[in-house]
């Protein structure tokens, strides 16, 4: 299995916070993603990555931003939190046959 | 845009009977993923379904994939408890970068 860790795997914050999440991998992947998940919504895609400082939005991108300065770390941000952002965060990799997801992160912004 | 929609959202059903869950996509794709996930865990893989007329089969799960009706199928055989679970299917944007479009996600219940 591809190595892929999410950090912190759960948090609160208060509104108007900035938030930072992070996705590591460990095999040099080129794809990667971050999506977040609500009820009756399935997952959306928020922002991808196909390369270091190649960025690019998803369906569901205001209100977030991403960076990645090396191949192994993604990084989404709340520029500024909001409850419509309370939710589980999941990063994925893509792979050649398919995409593999990490544990996820469950916000709260309170 | 690609749009993906899973039928039925939410299904219950007895130990022993079968049942299909059905996802169906808005545009041209030739890759096809289900994916089951647990209460509060993450994603995990069942079937990559590649071209059309694929078919795959893990246990009680079986997988099709029709690209010209844009359809794709999971049926389940026998039931049991252990297969509760919420079940996606997502699919591969054709143009431009690598990225997924999910479905809504079906929930299964499996009573005994």
């Known amino acids: 299995d591809a190595g892929i860790t999410q950090s912190p795997r759960h948090k609160v914050t208060e509104t108007g916070t900035p938030v930072t999440l992070r996705c590591h991998q460990t095999?040099?992947?080129?794809?990667m993603y971050w999506y977040r998940q609500d009820p009756g919504h399935g997952l959306r895609l928020i922002h991808y990555s196909y390369g270091v400082k190649d960025t690019d939005k998803g369906e569901v991108s205001d209100g977030y931003s991403v960076s990645r300065s090396k191949t192994e770390d993604f990084l989404l941000t709340l520029e500024s939190a909001t409850s419509s952002q309370t939710s589980v965060y999941f990063c994925?990799?893509?792979?050649?046959?398919?995409?593999?997801f990490g544990s996820g992160t469950r916000l709260t912004v309170v | 845009e690609l749009k993906v929609e899973q039928n039925p959202l939410f299904l219950s059903m007895q130990e022993g009977k079968n049942y299909t869950i059905y996802c169906n996509y808005s545009t041209t794709s030739d890759r096809l993923y289900w994916y089951r996930q647990d209460p509060g865990k993450s994603l995990e893989s069942l079937f990559v379904?590649?071209?059309?007329?694929a078919v795959k089969q893990e246990g009680r799960l079986m997988a099709s994939l029709d690209t010209k009706a844009r359809l794709s199928t999971l049926h389940i055989t026998a039931a049991v408890h252990d297969l509760s679970a919420t079940y996606f299917c997502?699919?591969?944007?054709?143009?431009?970068?690598?990225?997924?479009?999910f479905g809504q996600g079906t929930r299964l219940t499996i009573n005994p």
């Open positions: 095999e040099n992947h080129r794809y």
């Open positions: 994925a990799i893509g792979q050649i046959y398919g995409y593999t």
């Open positions: 379904l590649l071209s059309n007329g």
């Open positions: 997502a699919v591969d944007i054709p143009q431009g970068a690598q990225k997924l479009v």
